[in-house]
């Protein structure tokens, strides 16, 4: 058995306005070439500017990873030639990017498997990203609109051992970016993307030959692709060969990565300071906003949420999967408790209301639970339906019924309730009505009740006396109290 060693290099795109070094505007998608000046157009003489939003951004994400920052940090430039990168250099940092030695705590249940680890932080630093190369049939067109944004890259040590830790390692990463509102971690639009490399040796035997694999863009891609090559590296050595130490991709067409290009030595970048900007040495103002940004981190929040209101791990996690979803959570549950009701009781059932129906709504809309805060349904209209709920006051099916006519007429559910005479039915009298009625509808029903009863079939006097009380329901719309309705029923079978 061989041992095997992961490392990633992730890059993130920063949400900043503008680019890194000029007042470009940074953004997806916009016509080729128009988000363009003579500073990311790598034209002579300019002179960039460090985008200061982008080094707090930066550090932001630096001290979510335990890294730390260094009292001088500077830029480097690093020379190498590419059509997509028009100054035949790209500005980034090498000797003392702003994150340092850092570490994070790997957790999760992946592959079947319950992960826990740490892996180590070597570094994070920001450079500029190159333009776009889009190659059609004889001709490559050039989008020089990203050449110049802000991109930030994460590079861990080789800690991870499996496909399934590095994709493992890229969720819990792109859910941290998400939480710090630096980045959107959309992979497919590339704002999030990876490279891993990957060695196995005996074990003691220390690293071996390296492979890298170069832009994967999901991290199903990232695991596949890792735990490919593990598997390609293990046949090599069995039959006596050699790992070459190459570069490949992923070809996700057929699952295999293949070779891209031969590395024996490490490409000579020839690294030297950037003269243009200045060395930065973050004062303490700076280092304050940088702390003032940051948030509880999702791994934290949600294992806190999952004790503080006694939540099952899995509800725990899949509230904390968009930041947007646990605070509106919690927000919640504070203005349920401001009515008198037990949290923790209550907890489990506004979060599988967030979860189920609303989370339903949302994606029915194209938005994910992070589109949560633009649903015209708030914490508040929330906590006021499950006030009428734990009362009493209306059944479970009418509540979901005034949650979709809350949304629907942007009121709050108690209005919609008291106006259409939702409340629950609880007077016997009436509720008699209604089981007369089913009694002359379901006549058959109430007879085979009645046989299975007197022949001991409990199960089936079950089954049936359940199917009467639903018709109880729909002659009250919805609203008779299912415990006088089920009393009834009962009585009149047992009769
Ligand atoms: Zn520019």
Redesign the pocket.
């Known amino acids: 058995m061989y041992q095997s060693f992961i490392g990633l290099e992730i890059h993130i795109h920063l949400l900043t306005r503008t680019?890194v070094?000029?007042?470009?505007r940074s953004a997806f998608g916009d016509e080729p070439n128009t988000?363009?000046?003579?500073?990311?157009?790598g034209y002579p003489g300019v002179l960039p500017s460090l985008n200061i939003e982008a080094m707090r951004m930066g550090c932001m994400v630096a001290r979510a990873l335990n890294c730390r920052i260094p009292e001088k940090t500077w830029f480097e430039r690093k020379q190498y030639f590419y059509p997509d990168m028009p100054k035949n250099y790209q500005i980034s940092q090498f000797a003392s990017p702003l994150g340092q030695e850092g570490w994070v705590e790997l957790e999760g249940k992946t592959g079947g498997r319950n992960i826990k680890k740490q892996v180590r932080i070597k570094e994070c630093h920001l450079e500029e990203d190159a333009g776009k190369m889009i190659h059609t049939g004889a001709v490559s067109l050039l989008d020089y609109n990203r050449a110049?944004v802000s991109l930030l890259e994460i590079v861990t040590q080789p800690d991870m051992e499996t496909g399934e830790e590095a994709e493992l390692f890229i969720q819990q990463l792109r859910r941290v970016v998400r939480y710090l509102g630096v980045c959107d971690g959309n992979m497919e639009e590339g704002s999030l993307r990876a490279d891993a490399n990957v060695s196995i040796n005996l074990p003691g035997r220390g690293l071996g030959k390296k492979v890298e694999i170069k832009n994967l863009n999901s991290s199903r891609f990232v695991r596949l692709a890792l735990n490919h090559e593990i598997k390609r590296q293990g046949e090599l050595l069995d039959a006596g060969k050699t790992v070459i130490q190459e570069t490949r991709l992923w070809n996700e067409n057929r699952d295999q990565t293949e070779p891209m290009r031969q590395k024996e030595n490490a490409q000579d970048y020839r690294y030297f300071p950037e003269p243009d900007i200045p060395v930065f040495c973050p004062d303490e103002e700076f280092l304050k906003s940088v702390e003032r940004s940051l948030v509880e981190l999702p791994l934290p929040r949600s294992r806190r949420i999952e004790n503080d209101y006694d939540l099952s791990r899995e509800q725990a996690e899949l509230v904390c999967e968009e930041k947007e979803g646990a605070d509106y959570f919690e927000e919640a549950l504070r203005l349920t408790a401001a009515q008198g009701l037990d949290p923790k009781a209550v907890a489990g059932k506004i979060a599988n209301r967030i979860l189920q129906d609303i989370k339903h709504i949302l994606n029915k809309e194209g938005l994910g639970l992070a589109g949560i805060a633009s649903l015209n349904f708030s914490p508040a209209r929330l906590a006021s339906l499950t006030g009428l709920e734990e009362s009493g006051l209306v059944s479970v099916k009418i509540a979901k019924r005034t949650l979709e006519a809350s949304i629907a007429e942007d009121r709050d559910p108690a209005d919609i309730v008291r106006d259409r005479g939702w409340e629950i039915l609880s007077d016997p009298v009436k509720i008699a009505e209604a089981v007369k009625t089913v009694e002359t509808l379901e006549g058959k029903a109430l007879e085979e009740a009645r046989e299975a009863a007197a022949g001991g079939n409990g199960k089936r006097r079950g089954t049936l006396a359940a199917f009467l009380v639903g018709k109880v329901l729909e002659q009250t719309g919805g609203r008779a109290d299912p415990g006088i309705a089920g009393a009834q029923i009962a009585a009149l079978i047992d009769s």
């Open positions: 680019k070094f000029c007042g470009c988000n363009v000046c003579p500073v990311c157009m110049g």
